[in-house]
């Protein structure tokens, strides 16, 4: 039933004229080996098929014996296709989910769809959508007001007075295909509309007055004049020997405004690249090192001219107050001189009459009374005397003065 194939050693074979030469490794026919190597080798290969498809056969025809013949083995070649079929689609779907067709835009966001880099949508409410998986790229920006702080300036006003100007804004994008087309990134938006918002500001407070910048009403003009009105006299005398006015300059427009002038200005710029400018708002405003300089020298001079003003009303308050101290003391001591004359006067008077009733009684004692009282007078200041021998010291000789 079976040829009989040849015996094969696996050995090669040589010549006799061969054999007899000497061995040499470089005389070795290597493609004449390999090649009986490798018909030995798919012999076997042969063989070992052959055995596996005879063996193939008898299992599937046992199982179609078994479930039905022919009829069930097409069956199970249907299931299986179908069952390759589901599992393909699966794997596929697997993929297909893995890629990502599927985004969601989260409240307070909006997107922009491309595909190639060209804009194909915009999404501005929130939701789950579809795209194409590595065609289409999603480009997120934030729906909500954004703020900006601008750079620090310095700027001239009206009058060539420079101040530092620090601003910040407010702002959001209300078409975020034109946002897209204009910057693609908000780096590029930040950049872009610091320029617009620096240029606004600068125009608007080159063209006004420092006053206007620093100032939104006239409510300190107001408070000074109701001030003034409440002054005293002495208050308004030192007023108006000092070269200072108290009143300052009055504002018609005021900083609000001059904020809504930048904002209308910058608006102007903006539509375009998609944004909407909500406000622009000084957040500070600073006097250069030059003009902050120059209104401390002129506060210092004004407070010194007000120091020297408030001497000089006190040196005449003074003067004032010394003068009419004189003048009562004066009135005083002539009052004062003029009782005290009147009351000698009534008191001489008095004692010349009592002098007189006493003299009127005792003429003897009254004259010795007086010469008494008038020793007292002149001989206190004398230490001797030389002679007493005349009528004057009469009574010392006697009390009668008779000698």
């Known amino acids: 039933m079976f040829r009989e194939s040849p015996k094969r050693t696996g050995k090669p074979s040589f010549t006799e004229e061969e054999k007899s030469k000497p061995y040499k490794w470089h005389d070795f026919d290597f493609p ?9 080798l798919s012999a076997h290969s042969n063989f070992i098929a052959n055995v596996h498809k005879k ?3 008898k299992l599937k025809l046992s199982i179609g014996f078994l479930y039905g013949g022919r009829k069930m083995s097409k069956m199970n070649q249907k299931t299986k296709k179908s069952i390759k079929t589901i599992i393909i689609l699966a794997v596929v ?44 790229q999603i480009t997120t920006y934030p729906k909500l007001v954004l703020s900006l702080d601008g750079d620090r300036q310095r700027i001239p006003t009206k009058e060539n007075q420079f101040i530092i100007v620090d601003t910040t804004s407010r702002w959001r994008i209300v078409d975020p295909g034109k946002f897209y087309q204009s910057f ?3 780096e590029n938006a930040y950049n872009k ?5 620096d240029s606004s500001t600068r125009t608007v407070i080159t063209q006004n007055r420092l006053s206007e910048i620093v100032r939104s009403s006239n409510i300190i003009n107001e408070k000074t004049a109701h001030d003034e009105n409440d002054q005293d006299e002495e208050t308004k005398e030192i007023e108006s020997l000092v070269n200072v006015s108290n009143v300052n300059e009055s504002v018609t427009k005021g900083r609000s405004e001059l904020c809504k002038q930048m ?10 690249y998609g944004i909407e400018l909500i406000d622009i708002v000084p957040r500070q405003i600073k006097y250069s090192d030059e003009l902050t300089t120059s209104v401390y020298n002129r506060m210092i001079k004004e407070r010194n001219q007000v120091a020297q003003a408030y001497r000089s009303l006190g040196e ?15 009135t005083i001591h002539s009052e004062a001189y003029r009782k005290s004359e009147e009351t000698k006067g009534k008191a001489d008077a008095e004692a010349a009459k009592i002098y007189a009733l006493a003299y009127s009684r005792d003429p003897e004692f009254y004259n010795f009374w007086k010469s008494m009282e008038s020793y007292k007078q002149t001989l206190k200041g004398y230490d001797a005397t030389y002679s007493t021998n005349m009528d004057y ?11």
């Open 32 to 40: 004449k080996f390999a090649k009986s190597q490798t018909c030995i």
């Open 193 to 197: 509309l610091s320029d617009i918002i």
């Open 393 to 403: 010291f009469r009574y010392l000789y006697s009390s009668d003065g008779k000698r």
């Open 55 to 57: 063996a193939n056969r």
């Open 316 to 330: 005449g308050k003074k003067a004032e107050w010394l003068g009419k101290l004189e003048n009562e003391k004066r």
């Open 93 to 136: 779907a697997i993929i297909f989910f893995i890629m990502g067709p599927f985004y969601i835009i989260q409240e307070g966001n909006q997107a922009v769809v491309t595909r190639f880099g060209g804009i194909v949508a915009t999404r501005t409410e929130a939701g789950l959508y579809f795209k194409i998986p590595f065609i289409e």
């Open 184 to 186: 693609k990134t908000l």
């Open 263 to 272: 904002t209308v200005d910058a608006n102007k710029l903006v539509p375009e």
